[in-house]
């Protein structure tokens, strides 16, 4: 179990992401050859993008795990359906896509405005939900590779045209989107032909409405829930857009959450690895075991975080190869330091999904989604762009940790978390980073030990123990 934890979670981490992971190593490069504004106008872009993602599923992505789950004999008859209506919704939603992105696309490109819509729409039409789907179906069959060998060669490529484009072609921000535009026409097609031939999930166009409702009735309510992690992670940059923050100042923060990006690229891995393994927990009716998992989980995610965090001002330094972008560090440990949230919310959350527990989620996500929203339309104005970082580690340390509270959630536990043990233990390592930051390189050193050998240790300890739920 232990082994097949941490192999999946570093195959989902480095394969469906690997242009984003695989990105940092060429910042040296092209950071040469980019500007704040670069970084602004993609920031911006990405952002509004982002905030419309969500509608691309409607939440059914919950029906596709539960039917696989709950009818083994006839979740690819549910499957089906549910593709056929996806294509058809995903022609609107990219109508949709397009024109928000046309009204958005700040002055410094407009220029380019139609063929950014083109790079960044012609995707999400063409082929429809079809990652989704087939990523989800590897998942549930806990076969990693059968996203990762497909995505891999996408990022390599990603990376080669990267630098191609923007440190040969001096292209810009445009750059980005053609290298995504690329990456993503390729990942779509290595997923439609096993999906469509080898495995045999085809759209059905004469979808069943009765079915289609039913599974809307169960997955509208997780919208908001989905809808939180882009007011968490994306929203400020939208905000700061509306409160006339400068374009090179957008740029500087999106630098600072370079590392945020990354680090909830590997959150999001964790939670597709550990899902099914939870899940195996909660239909054995063993919840310490569940527990158990999630404890580990977020035992190294703290010593990783703050071992990055640790060492931020140095790699800033040797990635960003401009000296007024590296500056931007100190943002970087709050924004690393927030994303240690992750394991903890997965552990009260997996247990309400499993449930079907779906309208009580909102409590908890869209409420620390709004509550970004609220701090950062307070604190932007007054404080600058500097502000959304430390908006983000209170509003993800709110989602990780409130769900433990909800009443639902204690009526459904057999196991204790002990929650304000865990988010403590994240403030005070939070602040010993942000202090420790400026330290010499033989203090650094030395914690960096002391915490992987800590790490070491307390895998060899409880190896043994989750070779049991294996």
């Excluded at 499957?79 to 896509?97: A, D, E, M, S």
Aim: charged share 10%; hydrophobic share 50%.
């Amino acid at each position: 179990m232990l082994k097949k934890l941490f192999s999946h979670t570093a195959i989902y981490g480095l394969a469906p992401h690997i242009s984003k992971i695989a990105s940092i190593f060429i910042l040296p490069i092209i950071t040469k050859d980019l500007t704040a504004t670069d970084f602004g106008v993609n920031g911006i872009v990405i952002a509004f993008i982002s905030a419309f993602a969500v509608l691309s599923t409607l939440g059914l992505r919950l029906i596709l795990v539960n039917t696989f789950y709950k009818s083994p004999g006839q979740y690819k008859w549910a499957w089906r359906q549910l593709y056929g209506f996806l294509t058809i919704w995903n022609l609107i939603y990219g109508l949709v896509l397009a024109v928000v992105i046309y009204f958005v696309v700040p002055d410094a490109a407009r220029e380019n405005t139609y063929m950014i819509i083109f790079l960044s729409v012609f995707p999400v039409v063409f082929f429809g939900p079809t990652s989704h789907i087939c990523s989800t179906y590897f998942q549930l069959k806990q076969k990693p590779l059968g996203v990762g060998v497909r995505v891999a060669l996408s990022g390599l490529l990603t990376i080669f045209l990267n630098l191609y484009t923007i440190s040969y072609l001096k292209m810009g921000y445009m750059g980005w989107f053609w290298s995504s535009f690329i990456a993503g026409v390729l990942s779509n097609l290595s997923y439609w032909i096993p999906l469509n031939r080898s495995i045999g999930i085809t759209p059905i166009f004469n979808f069943k409405r009765r079915f289609i409702r039913n599974s809307l009735r169960i997955a509208l309510p997780v919208i908001p829930h989905y809808y939180s992690s882009y007011l968490l992670n994306t929203s400020d940059r939208v905000l700061m857009k509306f409160f006339n923050v400068s374009i090179p100042d957008i740029g500087k923060y999106n630098v600072a959450y370079t590392f945020g990006n990354h680090l909830q690229t590997l959150s999001t891995a964790s939670g597709l690895a550990v899902g099914p393994l939870l899940n195996e927990r909660y239909r054995a009716g063993d919840d310490r075991g569940a527990r158990n998992i999630i404890f580990l989980l977020q035992a190294v995610f703290l010593c990783g975080t703050f071992i990055l965090a640790l060492w931020m001002k140095e790699i800033f330094a040797f990635l960003i190869r401009n000296e007024e972008l590296s500056q931007m560090y100190h943002l970087g440990v709050i924004i690393v330091m927030a994303y240690s949230y992750r394991p903890m919310y997965l552990g009260a959350n997996s247990k309400l999904f499993y449930a079907e527990k779906t309208k009580i989620l909102w409590k908890v996500t869209f409420a620390a989604g709004i509550l970004s929203v609220l701090l950062n339309v307070l604190l932007i104005p007054l404080a600058g762009y500097a502000a959304a970082a430390y908006v983000t580690f209170v509003s993800l340390m709110f989602m990780g940790y409130a769900g433990f509270f909800l009443k639902v959630f204690k009526q459904i536990n057999n196991a204790r978390f002990y929650p304000l043990r865990w988010l403590s233990l994240t403030i005070l390592l939070t602040a010993l980073a942000a202090f420790a930051i400026e330290a010499g390189w033989a203090w650094k050193v030395l914690i960096t030990f002391i915490l992987s050998l800590f790490a070491f240790v307390l895998w060899r300890k409880y190896r043994k123990t989750f070779d049991r739920y294996g």
